[in-house]
């Protein structure tokens, strides 16, 4: 699955204009929250909490448009906590969106 960079800061753009401040903020509050929700998904040890941070995760990238991150976060929804494969898909889709 590719990822494009610059779907986060077209989301963003389309949302608030050309205020390249509030995109940097919005930017970089969307980043915090996922990155939340990624550690929270680290950390799970129960079906309960995994299910609950990886619906959160595609709950967040499904404001901004972001489809490739939420297959992810539902196909990790599917598998078990920890899941290695999981989290490391999603760190690297992270990484991605960090590059632009």
Not at 13 to 18: E, N
Not at 34 to 57: I, P, V
Not at 81 to 93: I, K, M, S, V, W
């Amino acid at each position: 699955m590719s990822y494009d960079p610059g779907a986060l800061h077209a989301a963003l753009a389309a949302a608030v204009g050309d205020d390249s401040g509030l995109i940097a903020e919005l930017r970089f509050a969307f980043m915090e929250s996922a990155e939340r929700q990624l550690d929270l998904l680290g950390r799970a040890r129960c079906d309960a909490n995994w299910s609950l941070a990886a619906w959160r995760l595609k709950g967040l990238a499904a404001s901004f448009g972001l489809t490739g991150l939420m297959v992810l976060a539902d196909e990790a929804a599917e598998t078990a906590p920890g899941d290695p494969r999981a989290l490391r898909r999603l760190r690297d889709a992270l990484d991605m969106l960090k590059q632009n």
